[in-house]
Protein backbone atom coordinates (compact mmCIF):
# COMPACT_ATOMS: atom_id res chain seq x y z
CA UNK A 1 0.00 0.00 0.00
CA UNK A 2 2.52 2.54 1.11
CA UNK A 3 4.38 1.09 -2.38
CA UNK A 4 1.35 2.38 -4.45
CA UNK A 5 1.25 5.98 -2.50
CA UNK A 6 4.90 6.35 -3.38
CA UNK A 7 4.25 5.66 -7.04
CA UNK A 8 1.43 8.05 -6.83
CA UNK A 9 3.66 10.71 -5.47
CA UNK A 10 6.18 10.28 -7.93
CA UNK A 11 3.81 10.40 -10.59
CA UNK A 12 2.34 13.23 -9.25
CA UNK A 13 5.83 14.96 -9.03
CA UNK A 14 6.93 14.17 -12.35
CA UNK A 15 3.73 15.34 -13.49
CA UNK A 16 3.74 19.11 -12.00
CA UNK A 17 7.76 19.33 -13.01
CA UNK A 18 6.18 18.13 -16.74
CA UNK A 19 4.00 21.11 -16.71
CA UNK A 20 6.26 23.44 -14.84
CA UNK A 21 7.95 22.57 -17.61
CA UNK A 22 5.41 23.63 -20.30
CA UNK A 23 4.51 26.44 -18.69
CA UNK A 24 8.13 27.87 -19.07
CA UNK A 25 8.21 26.88 -22.47
CA UNK A 26 5.03 28.42 -23.08
CA UNK A 27 6.12 31.71 -20.98
CA UNK A 28 9.18 32.10 -23.38
CA UNK A 29 7.05 31.82 -26.95
CA UNK A 30 4.36 34.63 -25.27
CA UNK A 31 7.56 36.50 -23.78
CA UNK A 32 9.15 36.03 -27.58
CA UNK A 33 5.69 36.89 -29.48
CA UNK A 34 5.71 39.54 -27.59
CA UNK A 35 8.85 40.75 -28.07
CA UNK A 36 8.39 40.11 -32.26
CA UNK A 37 5.18 41.76 -32.63
CA UNK A 38 4.97 44.12 -30.05
CA UNK A 39 8.06 45.54 -28.78
CA UNK A 40 9.95 45.56 -32.71
CA UNK A 41 6.75 45.43 -34.71
CA UNK A 42 7.94 48.65 -36.13
CA UNK A 43 11.12 47.09 -37.23
CA UNK A 44 9.87 43.60 -38.59
CA UNK A 45 6.88 46.03 -40.77
CA UNK A 46 9.31 47.91 -42.75
CA UNK A 47 11.30 44.67 -43.65
CA UNK A 48 8.29 43.26 -44.80
CA UNK A 49 7.88 46.28 -46.84
CA UNK A 50 11.74 46.40 -47.98
CA UNK A 51 10.80 42.50 -49.29
CA UNK A 52 7.61 43.82 -51.10
CA UNK A 53 8.65 46.81 -52.20
CA UNK A 54 11.25 47.30 -55.21
CA UNK A 55 12.75 50.04 -55.65
CA UNK A 56 14.38 50.87 -59.51
CA UNK A 57 16.44 53.89 -60.06
CA UNK A 58 15.01 55.77 -63.22
CA UNK A 59 17.50 57.09 -66.01
CA UNK A 60 17.61 60.85 -66.58
CA UNK A 61 17.42 62.33 -69.69
CA UNK A 62 20.97 63.33 -71.21
CA UNK A 63 21.68 66.69 -71.29
CA UNK A 64 21.59 67.90 -74.91
CA UNK A 65 25.23 69.56 -76.29
CA UNK A 66 24.12 72.59 -78.39
CA UNK A 67 26.32 75.13 -80.81
CA UNK A 68 26.28 79.15 -79.84
CA UNK A 69 23.60 79.66 -81.42
CA UNK A 70 21.39 76.39 -79.75
CA UNK A 71 21.58 74.12 -82.72
CA UNK A 72 21.57 70.91 -81.12
CA UNK A 73 24.99 68.71 -81.55
CA UNK A 74 24.25 66.10 -79.39
CA UNK A 75 20.43 65.00 -78.38
CA UNK A 76 18.10 62.54 -77.77
CA UNK A 77 15.87 61.37 -79.87
CA UNK A 78 12.61 59.06 -79.52
CA UNK A 79 14.03 55.23 -79.77
CA UNK A 80 11.30 52.66 -80.58
CA UNK A 81 12.85 49.50 -79.47
CA UNK A 82 11.53 45.79 -80.06
CA UNK A 83 11.33 42.97 -76.76
CA UNK A 84 10.61 39.94 -76.33
CA UNK A 85 8.98 38.35 -72.87
CA UNK A 86 10.32 34.65 -72.68
CA UNK A 87 7.52 33.93 -70.20
CA UNK A 88 4.64 35.03 -72.26
CA UNK A 89 5.97 32.90 -75.38
CA UNK A 90 5.70 29.14 -76.13
CA UNK A 91 8.88 28.88 -77.93
CA UNK A 92 11.46 32.11 -77.97
CA UNK A 93 13.23 30.63 -81.22
CA UNK A 94 9.58 30.08 -82.56
CA UNK A 95 8.86 33.96 -82.10
CA UNK A 96 12.33 35.34 -83.24
CA UNK A 97 11.63 33.16 -86.62
CA UNK A 98 8.37 34.81 -87.02
CA UNK A 99 9.33 38.14 -86.27
CA UNK A 100 12.55 37.60 -88.62
CA UNK A 101 9.93 37.32 -91.59
CA UNK A 102 8.54 40.95 -90.66
CA UNK A 103 11.74 42.40 -89.25
CA UNK A 104 14.90 40.81 -90.70
CA UNK A 105 17.14 40.17 -87.87
CA UNK A 106 20.77 38.87 -88.35
CA UNK A 107 22.14 35.56 -86.70
CA UNK A 108 24.27 37.62 -84.41
CA UNK A 109 21.30 39.81 -83.00
CA UNK A 110 19.24 36.49 -82.61
CA UNK A 111 22.27 34.77 -80.87
CA UNK A 112 22.34 37.76 -78.56
CA UNK A 113 18.54 37.28 -77.96
CA UNK A 114 19.32 33.71 -76.90
CA UNK A 115 22.49 34.12 -74.90
CA UNK A 116 20.31 37.15 -72.66
CA UNK A 117 16.81 34.79 -72.68
CA UNK A 118 19.12 31.99 -70.22
CA UNK A 119 20.62 35.17 -68.36
CA UNK A 120 17.80 36.99 -67.12
CA UNK A 121 14.47 35.79 -65.12
CA UNK A 122 11.42 34.92 -67.89
CA UNK A 123 9.76 38.02 -67.21
CA UNK A 124 12.48 40.23 -67.50
CA UNK A 125 11.86 42.02 -71.09
CA UNK A 126 15.05 41.20 -73.82
CA UNK A 127 15.71 43.92 -76.11
CA UNK A 128 16.09 42.61 -79.90
CA UNK A 129 16.10 45.57 -82.45
CA UNK A 130 16.12 49.50 -81.47
CA UNK A 131 16.03 52.60 -83.32
CA UNK A 132 12.77 51.34 -85.39
CA UNK A 133 11.61 53.51 -88.36
CA UNK A 134 7.50 54.53 -87.88
CA UNK A 135 7.37 51.87 -90.64
CA UNK A 136 9.13 49.16 -88.89
CA UNK A 137 7.43 49.76 -85.94
CA UNK A 138 3.78 49.94 -87.22
CA UNK A 139 4.93 46.05 -89.20
CA UNK A 140 5.73 44.60 -86.26
CA UNK A 141 2.31 45.88 -84.07
CA UNK A 142 -0.06 44.66 -87.29
CA UNK A 143 1.35 41.44 -86.48
CA UNK A 144 1.58 41.14 -82.38
CA UNK A 145 -1.49 39.18 -82.15
CA UNK A 146 0.62 36.42 -84.15
CA UNK A 147 3.91 37.18 -82.12
CA UNK A 148 3.00 35.77 -78.27
CA UNK A 149 5.70 37.73 -76.21
CA UNK A 150 6.45 41.10 -78.55
CA UNK A 151 6.44 44.12 -76.91
CA UNK A 152 7.31 47.63 -78.40
CA UNK A 153 9.07 49.93 -75.75
CA UNK A 154 9.40 53.50 -75.95
CA UNK A 155 12.48 54.95 -75.17
CA UNK A 156 15.81 57.82 -75.73
CA UNK A 157 18.78 57.23 -77.39
CA UNK A 158 21.85 59.39 -78.11
CA UNK A 159 22.31 60.73 -81.61
CA UNK A 160 24.63 63.15 -83.45
CA UNK A 161 23.07 65.24 -86.04
CA UNK A 162 26.26 66.06 -87.78
CA UNK A 163 27.89 63.02 -87.61
CA UNK A 164 31.42 62.93 -88.63
CA UNK A 165 31.55 66.27 -88.97
CA UNK A 166 31.45 66.79 -85.54
CA UNK A 167 32.99 63.57 -84.24
CA UNK A 168 36.67 64.50 -83.00
CA UNK A 169 35.07 67.35 -80.74
CA UNK A 170 32.32 65.65 -79.20
CA UNK A 171 32.98 62.07 -78.79
CA UNK A 172 30.19 59.34 -78.35
CA UNK A 173 28.36 57.65 -75.49
CA UNK A 174 29.09 54.18 -75.24
CA UNK A 175 27.96 50.86 -72.27
CA UNK A 176 29.54 51.23 -69.23
CA UNK A 177 32.57 48.96 -68.95
CA UNK A 178 33.99 47.08 -65.73
CA UNK A 179 36.57 49.45 -65.33
CA UNK A 180 33.87 52.05 -65.39
CA UNK A 181 32.14 50.76 -62.75
CA UNK A 182 35.36 50.86 -60.92
CA UNK A 183 36.33 54.11 -61.40
CA UNK A 184 33.06 55.74 -60.61
CA UNK A 185 30.58 54.31 -58.45
CA UNK A 186 27.23 56.43 -59.52
CA UNK A 187 24.51 53.70 -58.74
CA UNK A 188 23.35 54.58 -62.21
CA UNK A 189 26.11 52.75 -64.45
CA UNK A 190 24.54 49.68 -63.08
CA UNK A 191 21.45 50.13 -64.96
CA UNK A 192 21.12 47.85 -67.90
CA UNK A 193 22.00 49.72 -71.00
CA UNK A 194 23.25 52.96 -69.52
CA UNK A 195 25.54 54.99 -71.56
CA UNK A 196 28.40 57.31 -70.46
CA UNK A 197 30.47 59.59 -72.39
CA UNK A 198 33.64 57.73 -73.93
CA UNK A 199 35.52 60.34 -76.03
CA UNK A 200 35.20 63.41 -77.05
CA UNK A 201 33.52 66.73 -74.68
CA UNK A 202 31.22 63.46 -73.83
CA UNK A 203 33.83 61.96 -72.04
CA UNK A 204 34.82 65.67 -70.43
CA UNK A 205 31.70 66.87 -68.81
CA UNK A 206 30.02 63.34 -68.34
CA UNK A 207 29.02 64.55 -64.61
CA UNK A 208 27.51 67.38 -65.96
CA UNK A 209 25.51 66.30 -68.72
CA UNK A 210 24.60 62.88 -66.97
CA UNK A 211 22.24 64.18 -65.01
CA UNK A 212 20.76 62.39 -61.41
CA UNK A 213 18.77 59.23 -61.59
CA UNK A 214 15.37 59.26 -60.33
CA UNK A 215 13.73 56.42 -58.20
CA UNK A 216 10.59 54.26 -58.70
CA UNK A 217 8.58 51.99 -56.04
CA UNK A 218 6.99 49.14 -57.50
CA UNK A 219 4.90 46.60 -55.47
CA UNK A 220 6.50 43.07 -56.59
CA UNK A 221 5.37 39.55 -55.54
CA UNK A 222 7.76 36.62 -54.21
CA UNK A 223 9.29 35.77 -57.47
CA UNK A 224 10.14 39.32 -58.26
CA UNK A 225 7.28 40.51 -60.34
CA UNK A 226 5.93 43.43 -60.57
CA UNK A 227 2.51 43.93 -59.61
CA UNK A 228 2.14 47.82 -59.55
CA UNK A 229 3.56 51.26 -59.65
CA UNK A 230 3.74 52.40 -56.10
CA UNK A 231 5.93 55.79 -56.55
CA UNK A 232 7.46 57.59 -58.67
CA UNK A 233 10.63 60.10 -58.40
CA UNK A 234 12.00 61.69 -61.19
CA UNK A 235 15.17 62.49 -61.20
CA UNK A 236 17.27 65.65 -62.47
CA UNK A 237 17.76 66.31 -66.29
CA UNK A 238 21.52 66.80 -67.02
CA UNK A 239 23.04 70.01 -67.85
CA UNK A 240 22.57 71.44 -71.60
CA UNK A 241 26.07 72.33 -72.65
CA UNK A 242 26.23 75.65 -74.81
CA UNK A 243 29.07 75.97 -77.02
CA UNK A 244 31.32 78.35 -78.52
CA UNK A 245 31.37 76.57 -81.97
CA UNK A 246 29.64 77.95 -84.95
CA UNK A 247 28.56 74.70 -86.66
CA UNK A 248 27.94 77.04 -90.22
CA UNK A 249 31.22 77.46 -89.58
CA UNK A 250 32.01 73.75 -88.74
CA UNK A 251 30.16 72.19 -92.40
CA UNK A 252 31.81 75.25 -94.14
CA UNK A 253 35.41 73.74 -92.79
CA UNK A 254 34.29 70.34 -93.53
CA UNK A 255 33.08 71.45 -97.13
CA UNK A 256 36.77 73.04 -97.68
CA UNK A 257 38.48 69.83 -97.06
CA UNK A 258 36.62 68.09 -99.16
CA UNK A 259 38.27 64.49 -97.87
CA UNK A 260 41.84 65.63 -97.40
CA UNK A 261 43.48 64.38 -94.04
CA UNK A 262 44.22 67.32 -91.75
CA UNK A 263 43.00 70.02 -89.24
CA UNK A 264 41.63 73.04 -88.67
CA UNK A 265 41.00 75.58 -85.91
CA UNK A 266 39.26 78.90 -85.80
CA UNK A 267 39.61 80.95 -82.44
CA UNK A 268 37.82 84.27 -81.64
CA UNK A 269 41.35 86.27 -80.63
CA UNK A 270 39.53 88.68 -77.89
CA UNK A 271 37.92 85.58 -75.89
CA UNK A 272 39.73 82.66 -77.04
CA UNK A 273 36.37 80.58 -77.62
CA UNK A 274 37.12 78.25 -80.55
CA UNK A 275 34.44 78.69 -83.21
CA UNK A 276 35.99 75.72 -85.70
CA UNK A 277 37.71 72.32 -84.45
CA UNK A 278 38.09 69.92 -87.27
CA UNK A 279 39.71 66.83 -87.49
CA UNK A 280 39.41 64.81 -90.70
CA UNK A 281 38.89 61.86 -91.89
CA UNK A 282 36.87 61.45 -89.07
CA UNK A 283 34.08 59.05 -87.86
CA UNK A 284 30.68 58.59 -87.54
CA UNK A 285 29.64 59.19 -83.70
CA UNK A 286 26.44 57.35 -84.14
CA UNK A 287 27.62 54.36 -84.78
CA UNK A 288 29.51 53.91 -81.61
CA UNK A 289 26.38 54.30 -78.81
CA UNK A 290 25.50 51.04 -79.70
CA UNK A 291 29.00 49.20 -80.20
CA UNK A 292 30.59 50.13 -83.20
CA UNK A 293 30.67 46.91 -85.51
CA UNK A 294 33.84 45.10 -86.18
CA UNK A 295 33.61 45.89 -89.57
CA UNK A 296 33.36 49.78 -89.43
CA UNK A 297 35.76 49.84 -86.72
CA UNK A 298 38.61 47.48 -88.45
CA UNK A 299 38.24 49.56 -91.31
CA UNK A 300 39.36 52.82 -89.15
CA UNK A 301 42.30 51.21 -87.84
CA UNK A 302 43.61 50.65 -91.35
CA UNK A 303 42.99 53.75 -92.78
CA UNK A 304 46.36 55.46 -92.89
CA UNK A 305 45.10 58.53 -92.66
CA UNK A 306 44.25 57.91 -88.83
CA UNK A 307 40.50 58.71 -88.54
CA UNK A 308 40.71 58.01 -84.95
CA UNK A 309 43.69 60.57 -84.39
CA UNK A 310 42.03 64.36 -83.35
CA UNK A 311 44.98 66.31 -85.21
CA UNK A 312 44.00 69.11 -83.99
CA UNK A 313 45.27 68.41 -80.24
CA UNK A 314 47.20 65.42 -80.70
CA UNK A 315 48.88 65.37 -84.14
CA UNK A 316 52.20 66.68 -83.96
CA UNK A 317 54.03 68.54 -86.78
CA UNK A 318 56.57 70.75 -87.80
CA UNK A 319 55.12 74.26 -87.93
CA UNK A 320 57.36 75.04 -90.79
CA UNK A 321 57.54 78.86 -92.07
CA UNK A 322 54.48 79.17 -89.69
CA UNK A 323 57.08 79.69 -86.62
CA UNK A 324 59.04 82.53 -88.42
CA UNK A 325 57.50 84.87 -86.60
CA UNK A 326 58.81 83.41 -83.13
CA UNK A 327 61.94 84.12 -84.93
CA UNK A 328 61.28 87.37 -85.93
CA UNK A 329 60.11 88.37 -82.66
CA UNK A 330 63.21 86.95 -80.59
CA UNK A 331 65.32 88.63 -82.82
CA UNK A 332 63.84 92.05 -82.64
CA UNK A 333 63.81 91.74 -78.74
CA UNK A 334 67.49 90.72 -78.74
CA UNK A 335 68.42 93.42 -81.12
CA UNK A 336 70.14 91.20 -83.12
CA UNK A 337 68.06 93.03 -85.58
CA UNK A 338 65.59 95.95 -86.42
CA UNK A 339 62.96 96.86 -88.91
CA UNK A 340 65.17 97.63 -91.47
CA UNK A 341 68.13 95.28 -90.94
CA UNK A 342 68.91 93.81 -94.05
CA UNK A 343 70.17 90.32 -95.07
CA UNK A 344 71.55 89.19 -98.17
CA UNK A 345 69.67 85.57 -99.96
CA UNK A 346 71.55 84.24 -102.36
CA UNK A 347 69.20 80.82 -102.44
CA UNK A 348 72.06 79.14 -100.36
CA UNK A 349 74.64 79.37 -97.66
CA UNK A 350 77.35 77.48 -96.18
CA UNK A 351 77.94 76.40 -92.53
CA UNK A 352 81.08 74.31 -92.73
CA UNK A 353 80.75 71.73 -95.44
CA UNK A 354 76.84 72.15 -95.54
CA UNK A 355 74.90 74.21 -97.36
CA UNK A 356 71.65 75.28 -96.42
CA UNK A 357 69.06 76.05 -99.54
CA UNK A 358 66.07 78.59 -99.69
CA UNK A 359 63.54 77.26 -101.26
CA UNK A 360 63.89 80.00 -103.95
CA UNK A 361 67.03 78.44 -105.84
CA UNK A 362 68.14 81.76 -107.24
CA UNK A 363 67.60 83.73 -104.07
CA UNK A 364 65.49 86.45 -102.97
CA UNK A 365 68.54 89.05 -103.03
CA UNK A 366 68.65 91.66 -99.81
CA UNK A 367 65.17 91.47 -97.64
CA UNK A 368 64.42 93.27 -94.12
CA UNK A 369 62.66 91.08 -91.48
CA UNK A 370 58.64 92.28 -93.09
CA UNK A 371 59.84 91.33 -96.56
CA UNK A 372 61.70 88.50 -95.10
CA UNK A 373 58.32 87.16 -94.03
CA UNK A 374 56.46 88.23 -97.31
CA UNK A 375 58.54 86.22 -99.20
CA UNK A 376 59.24 83.31 -96.42
CA UNK A 377 62.76 83.63 -97.13
CA UNK A 378 64.61 80.85 -95.87
CA UNK A 379 67.98 82.08 -95.80
CA UNK A 380 67.07 85.28 -93.51
CA UNK A 381 65.84 83.17 -91.04
CA UNK A 382 69.13 80.84 -91.19
CA UNK A 383 71.35 83.72 -90.48
CA UNK A 384 69.24 85.33 -87.83
CA UNK A 385 68.90 81.84 -86.13
CA UNK A 386 72.36 81.51 -86.13
CA UNK A 387 72.89 84.68 -84.37
CA UNK A 388 70.26 83.78 -82.22
CA UNK A 389 70.97 80.65 -80.22
CA UNK A 390 68.28 78.24 -80.06
CA UNK A 391 68.20 79.15 -76.55
CA UNK A 392 66.27 82.36 -77.20
CA UNK A 393 64.31 81.28 -80.01
CA UNK A 394 62.62 78.54 -77.92
CA UNK A 395 62.03 80.96 -74.56
CA UNK A 396 60.10 82.90 -77.38
CA UNK A 397 58.30 79.85 -78.92
CA UNK A 398 57.53 79.01 -75.02
CA UNK A 399 56.51 82.23 -74.31
CA UNK A 400 53.52 81.69 -76.95
CA UNK A 401 52.60 78.38 -75.65
CA UNK A 402 54.16 76.27 -78.05
CA UNK A 403 55.39 72.71 -76.32
CA UNK A 404 53.11 72.68 -74.15
CA UNK A 405 49.48 71.76 -73.97
CA UNK A 406 46.68 75.04 -74.03
CA UNK A 407 44.66 73.64 -71.24
CA UNK A 408 41.99 73.09 -74.18
CA UNK A 409 38.93 71.02 -72.86
CA UNK A 410 39.59 67.79 -74.28
CA UNK A 411 41.57 65.22 -73.51
CA UNK A 412 44.69 63.63 -75.33
CA UNK A 413 46.47 67.05 -75.99
CA UNK A 414 49.87 66.69 -76.59
CA UNK A 415 52.73 68.81 -75.57
CA UNK A 416 54.38 69.44 -79.18
CA UNK A 417 58.27 70.03 -78.37
CA UNK A 418 60.54 73.17 -78.48
CA UNK A 419 63.68 71.44 -78.54
CA UNK A 420 67.30 73.32 -76.94
CA UNK A 421 70.32 72.19 -75.84
CA UNK A 422 68.96 70.60 -72.42
CA UNK A 423 66.62 68.57 -74.19
CA UNK A 424 68.70 67.28 -76.42
CA UNK A 425 71.43 66.14 -73.95
CA UNK A 426 68.64 64.75 -71.64
CA UNK A 427 66.78 63.01 -74.37
CA UNK A 428 69.79 62.11 -76.46
CA UNK A 429 73.09 62.37 -74.69
CA UNK A 430 73.75 64.28 -77.47
CA UNK A 431 75.19 68.16 -78.25
CA UNK A 432 73.42 70.26 -80.07
CA UNK A 433 75.11 71.41 -83.30
CA UNK A 434 74.51 75.03 -85.26
CA UNK A 435 73.12 73.31 -88.24
CA UNK A 436 70.12 72.22 -85.97
CA UNK A 437 69.60 75.86 -85.30
CA UNK A 438 68.94 76.62 -88.96
CA UNK A 439 66.59 74.26 -89.39
CA UNK A 440 65.17 75.49 -86.06
CA UNK A 441 65.19 79.08 -87.61
CA UNK A 442 62.58 77.86 -90.57
CA UNK A 443 60.19 75.44 -87.76
CA UNK A 444 61.87 72.49 -88.61
CA UNK A 445 64.51 70.47 -87.24
CA UNK A 446 63.52 68.99 -83.66
CA UNK A 447 60.27 71.66 -83.41
CA UNK A 448 56.92 70.21 -82.61
CA UNK A 449 53.25 71.75 -82.75
CA UNK A 450 49.47 71.22 -82.56
CA UNK A 451 47.30 73.01 -85.02
CA UNK A 452 45.39 74.22 -81.66
CA UNK A 453 48.86 75.50 -80.87
CA UNK A 454 49.45 77.24 -83.51
CA UNK A 455 45.66 78.98 -83.62
CA UNK A 456 46.53 80.12 -80.63
CA UNK A 457 49.71 81.68 -81.27
CA UNK A 458 48.38 83.28 -83.91
CA UNK A 459 45.58 84.21 -82.07
CA UNK A 460 48.01 85.95 -79.30
CA UNK A 461 49.83 88.05 -82.39
CA UNK A 462 47.16 89.23 -83.79
CA UNK A 463 45.50 90.25 -80.63
CA UNK A 464 48.62 92.52 -79.14
CA UNK A 465 49.77 90.04 -76.95
CA UNK A 466 47.50 88.98 -74.67
CA UNK A 467 47.37 85.42 -72.89
CA UNK A 468 44.14 83.92 -74.21
CA UNK A 469 42.80 80.22 -73.36
CA UNK A 470 41.26 78.47 -75.51
CA UNK A 471 37.59 76.93 -74.76
CA UNK A 472 35.06 75.11 -76.53
CA UNK A 473 32.62 77.21 -73.91
CA UNK A 474 30.98 80.22 -74.83
CA UNK A 475 31.81 83.09 -72.83
CA UNK A 476 29.12 85.00 -71.16
CA UNK A 477 30.58 88.62 -72.65
CA UNK A 478 29.86 90.58 -69.48
CA UNK A 479 31.66 87.92 -66.93
CA UNK A 480 35.02 88.05 -68.81
CA UNK A 481 37.94 89.10 -66.60
CA UNK A 482 40.96 91.46 -67.98
CA UNK A 483 43.51 89.92 -69.75
CA UNK A 484 47.04 89.61 -68.88
CA UNK A 485 50.00 90.51 -71.40
CA UNK A 486 52.79 88.30 -72.76
CA UNK A 487 56.00 90.09 -72.01
CA UNK A 488 56.75 90.77 -75.76
CA UNK A 489 57.07 94.65 -76.88
CA UNK A 490 53.91 96.13 -79.45
CA UNK A 491 56.50 97.24 -81.60
CA UNK A 492 57.20 94.05 -82.25
CA UNK A 493 54.07 92.78 -82.80
CA UNK A 494 53.45 95.25 -85.66
CA UNK A 495 56.44 94.29 -87.18
CA UNK A 496 55.47 90.57 -87.16
CA UNK A 497 51.88 91.94 -88.10
CA UNK A 498 53.37 93.87 -90.82
CA UNK A 499 55.08 90.89 -92.19
CA UNK A 500 52.00 88.76 -92.10
CA UNK A 501 50.11 90.91 -94.12
CA UNK A 502 52.13 91.65 -97.03
CA UNK A 503 52.67 87.42 -97.19
CA UNK A 504 48.79 88.16 -97.97
CA UNK A 505 48.19 91.37 -99.57
CA UNK A 506 51.58 92.97 -101.79
CA UNK A 507 52.56 91.24 -104.81
CA UNK A 508 55.15 88.64 -104.79
CA UNK A 509 53.22 87.71 -100.83
CA UNK A 510 53.20 83.84 -100.61
CA UNK A 511 49.63 83.73 -100.21
CA UNK A 512 48.95 87.02 -102.43
CA UNK A 513 46.62 85.04 -104.45
CA UNK A 514 44.36 84.07 -101.61
CA UNK A 515 44.20 87.76 -100.58
CA UNK A 516 39.85 89.08 -100.63
CA UNK A 517 38.51 92.42 -100.12
CA UNK A 518 34.98 91.63 -98.04
CA UNK A 519 34.04 95.03 -97.80
CA UNK A 520 37.17 96.76 -96.99
CA UNK A 521 38.25 93.95 -94.86
CA UNK A 522 41.46 91.97 -95.35
CA UNK A 523 43.40 88.63 -93.93
CA UNK A 524 46.65 88.65 -92.78
CA UNK A 525 48.69 85.29 -92.38
CA UNK A 526 52.09 82.73 -92.98
CA UNK A 527 52.57 79.74 -95.34
CA UNK A 528 54.43 76.98 -94.26
CA UNK A 529 55.53 73.89 -95.81
CA UNK A 530 57.32 71.22 -94.09
CA UNK A 531 59.18 68.52 -95.23
CA UNK A 532 58.03 64.55 -94.07
CA UNK A 533 61.44 63.40 -95.59
CA UNK A 534 64.87 64.82 -96.23
CA UNK A 535 65.50 66.06 -100.06
CA UNK A 536 69.32 64.70 -100.98
CA UNK A 537 71.58 66.65 -103.13
CA UNK A 538 71.37 63.92 -105.83
CA UNK A 539 67.59 64.59 -105.81
CA UNK A 540 68.23 68.18 -105.74
CA UNK A 541 70.60 68.08 -108.64
CA UNK A 542 68.62 65.76 -110.69
CA UNK A 543 65.61 67.92 -110.15
CA UNK A 544 63.18 67.43 -107.34
CA UNK A 545 59.72 65.93 -108.26
CA UNK A 546 56.34 67.54 -108.49
CA UNK A 547 54.38 67.03 -105.38
CA UNK A 548 51.69 65.68 -107.25
CA UNK A 549 53.84 63.13 -108.49
CA UNK A 550 55.10 61.48 -105.60
CA UNK A 551 53.15 59.13 -103.27
CA UNK A 552 50.94 60.78 -100.27
CA UNK A 553 53.29 59.65 -97.75
CA UNK A 554 55.73 61.43 -98.92
CA UNK A 555 54.68 64.71 -100.11
CA UNK A 556 54.87 67.62 -97.99
CA UNK A 557 52.27 68.98 -95.15
CA UNK A 558 50.56 72.12 -96.20
CA UNK A 559 50.00 75.25 -93.23
CA UNK A 560 49.10 78.14 -92.78
CA UNK A 561 47.90 80.49 -89.95
CA UNK A 562 46.20 83.51 -90.24
CA UNK A 563 43.60 86.29 -88.98
CA UNK A 564 41.06 88.64 -89.74
CA UNK A 565 40.59 91.67 -90.52
CA UNK A 566 43.81 92.96 -90.79
CA UNK A 567 42.90 96.18 -88.27
CA UNK A 568 41.45 94.78 -85.09
CA UNK A 569 41.69 91.31 -85.43
CA UNK A 570 38.70 89.41 -84.51
CA UNK A 571 39.34 85.82 -85.68
CA UNK A 572 42.42 83.65 -86.13
CA UNK A 573 42.83 80.18 -88.17
CA UNK A 574 45.08 77.37 -88.20
CA UNK A 575 45.12 75.26 -91.23
CA UNK A 576 46.61 71.77 -91.87
CA UNK A 577 46.55 69.76 -94.44
CA UNK A 578 48.60 66.15 -94.25
CA UNK A 579 50.58 65.97 -97.35
CA UNK A 580 48.63 68.43 -98.86
CA UNK A 581 52.00 69.91 -100.81
CA UNK A 582 52.78 73.55 -100.50
CA UNK A 583 50.78 76.04 -97.80
CA UNK A 584 50.57 78.71 -100.51
CA UNK A 585 48.57 76.67 -103.24
CA UNK A 586 46.54 74.70 -100.62
CA UNK A 587 46.18 75.56 -96.99
CA UNK A 588 46.33 79.33 -97.61
CA UNK A 589 43.20 79.03 -100.16
CA UNK A 590 41.29 76.80 -97.04
CA UNK A 591 41.99 79.49 -94.50
CA UNK A 592 41.65 82.36 -96.65
CA UNK A 593 37.54 80.89 -97.26
CA UNK A 594 37.08 79.65 -93.42
CA UNK A 595 37.86 83.84 -92.28
CA UNK A 596 35.91 85.03 -94.54
CA UNK A 597 33.20 82.87 -93.75
CA UNK A 598 33.99 83.72 -89.92
CA UNK A 599 33.68 87.35 -91.08
CA UNK A 600 30.47 86.96 -92.56
CA UNK A 601 28.76 85.14 -89.85
CA UNK A 602 29.72 87.81 -87.43
CA UNK A 603 26.77 89.24 -85.64
CA UNK A 604 24.17 86.28 -86.91
CA UNK A 605 24.87 84.63 -83.64
CA UNK A 606 21.32 84.51 -81.59
CA UNK A 607 20.53 86.65 -78.71
Excluded at 139 to 152: E, K, N, T
Excluded at 241 to 265: M, T
Aim: hydrophobic content about 40%; aromatic content about 8%.
Amino acid sequence: MNRDNDKGKTLISRTLIWMGIQFFLLLVIVFRLYYLQIYQADKFATMADENRISTRLLIPPRGEIVDRNGKILAGNRQNFQVMIVAEQTTSVDETLARLDKILPLSDDEKARVIEDVKRFRSFVPIKIKDRLSWDEMSRVLLAMPDLPGIVIDDGLSRYYPYGEQTAPLLGYVAAVSEEDLQKDKDSLLEVPGFKIGKAGLEKQFEHRLRGTGGNLKLEVNALGRVMKEIERVDGVPGEKLQLSLDVRLQQKAFELYNGESGAAVVVDVRTGEILAFLSTPSYNSNDFVDGVSSKIYNALLADERSPLLNKAIAGQYSPGSTFKMMVALAALEDGIITKDTKVYCSGRMQLGNQFFHCWKHQGHGPLNVVEALQHSCDIFFYEVAQKLGIEKIAAMARRFGLGSVTGVELAGEKNGLIPDKEWKMRTRGEVWHTGETLIAGIGQSYIMTTPVQLAMMTAKIANGGYDIKPTFLKVDKDKQTKKKRLPVFREYLDVAREGMCAVVNRPGGTAYMSRFNLDGQSMCGKTGTTQVRRITMKERQSGLIDQEDMPWKYRNHALFVGYAPADNPRYAAAVLVEHGGGGSSVAAPIASRLLQEALILEGTDEK
